[in-house]
Nanobody, 117 residues
Framework: VQLQASGGGLVQAGGSLRLSCTAS????????MGWYRQAPGKQRELVAGITSGGSTNYADSVKGRFTISRDYAKNTVYLQMNNLKPEDTAVYYC????????????WGQGTQVTVSS
């Protein structure tokens, strides 16, 4: 299973970015998809997640600004990020949970998001 993330970049505070992550390879049922981020010197943290049923959850720091969605047919998860703040600067990673019987987590390579003040 391979995950390809894209959409990161440099943006001014208040701006928007849209991240995409597409899974390919030996994909069975995808149970959940999510986005995490890791800033320098900090632990990786959950930003947003979405289940196979479409339920979503968000970190308190991004509620009302970020929206996670998925395209089932394309095995793709998106993260729409609006009103970006300098504290959103981090490497963003996508993750999927999939498997035929047992479920396993797979991670993307990360995409840099930098928000300037």
């Amino acid at each position: 299973v391979q995950l390809q993330a894209s959409g990161g970049g440099l943006v001014q505070a208040g701006g928007s970015l849209r991240l995409s992550c597409t899974a390919s390879g030996r994909i069975f049922r995808i149970d959940a998809m999510g986005w995490y981020r890791q800033a320098p010197g900090k632990q990786r943290e959950l930003v947003a997640g979405i289940t196979s049923g479409g339920s979503t959850n968000y970190a308190d720091s991004v509620k009302g600004r970020f929206t996670i969605s998925r395209d089932y047919a394309k095995n793709t998860v998106y993260l729409q990020m609006n009103n970006l703040k300098p504290e959103d600067t981090a490497v963003y990673y996508c993750k999927i949970r999939t498997g035929a019987i047992n479920l396993y987590d797979y991670w993307g390579q990360g995409t840099q998001v930098t928000v300037s003040s």
